[in-house]
């Protein structure tokens, strides 16, 4: 089964939903592939490009999940030079992250995230989608849950 987020990293009911999610992955650990688009809301949220960019380019050195982590953490505190220092609590190579945060690949993946969220109808963030169906409940443990369970029930179809 996948989950799909589109977020931010600035919102601040991404980071409400983020504990939430933390508990679903652990409840539904092998059960659910999850997947983070970046959705940064850039005019009210001045700093989530940049977090983009940052978690994307350390994701070449396969620490997206630990700066996803650490973002969400410290939501309040997203501004360049204090990315850079997160990065390096996480294991990354702060300076090559630097670089690769500037290159096109980078840039490109984020964008490309931006843009699938818009064609699938996303305009605020969190949103998600649960095996490709957006998901219009809370974002309670107890509502998300249901939706997986039935998600889990539906037989896959084959093409």
């Known amino acids: 089964m996948t989950l799909v987020e589109y977020g931010d990293f600035e919102c601040s009911l991404c980071g409400r939903a983020y504990p939430v999610l933390k508990e679903l992955l652990n409840t539904y650990e092998g059960k659910i592939l999850f997947i983070f688009r970046n959705f940064p809301m850039k005019t009210i949220h001045p700093n989530a490009y940049d977090a983009a960019l940052a978690a994307e380019a350390a994701g070449l050195q396969g620490k997206f999940w630990e700066m996803h982590n650490i973002f969400f953490k410290n939501q309040d505190n997203l501004e360049k030079p204090?990315?850079?220092?997160?990065?390096a609590s996480a294991g990354v190579?702060?300076?090559r992250m630097k670089t690769d945060m500037e290159s096109e690949v980078i840039r490109a993946k984020v964008k490309e995230d931006f843009r699938s969220g818009v064609i699938s109808g996303v305009n605020g963030t969190p949103t998600f989608f649960i095996n490709g169906i957006r998901y219009?409940?809370?974002?309670?443990?107890?509502d998300i849950s249901k939706a997986i369970d039935r998600a889990l029930a539906r037989p896959v179809q084959e093409s």
């Open 82 to 87: 204090q990315l850079i220092k997160y990065a």
């Open 93 to 95: 190579d702060a300076e």
């Open 136 to 142: 219009n409940g809370t974002f309670y443990l107890w």
